[in-house]
């Protein structure tokens, strides 16, 4: 699959799927999120900050940097 044709609202995201210029915030992302972080999880500036940077991450590293910024 082609990194830009990833439907961030219907695709299975995985701790794999890597987080492009295409990248939203949908409820698919939430419930991932939640379900990697815990019902804790929020998007807060800081960490949308750190997902929009240009660095190249997956949602795994995601879930690892708000578990991080969250401790």
């Known amino acids: 699959m ?8 219907r695709d299975v995201i995985t701790p794999q799927t890597p987080v492009n210029a295409g990248y939203r915030n949908a ?3 939430r419930c991932f ?3 990697a972080c815990g ?3 929020r998007f807060d500036r800081s960490f949308m ?5 240009g660095t190249p991450k ?4 995601a879930a690892a940097e708000w578990l ?4």
């Not at 082609?2 to 609202?9: G, K, V």
């Not at 997956?58 to 590293?61: F, P, Q, R, V, Y």
Request: hydrophobic letters at 45%.
């Open 2 to 9: 082609e990194l830009s044709a990833f439907d961030w609202h």
């Open 27 to 29: 409820q698919n992302v």
């Open 33 to 35: 999120m939640r379900e």
């Open 39 to 41: 019902p804790a999880f």
């Open 49 to 53: 900050a750190w997902m929009s940077d």
């Open 58 to 61: 997956t949602m795994g590293d």
């Open 68 to 71: 991080k910024q969250n401790a």
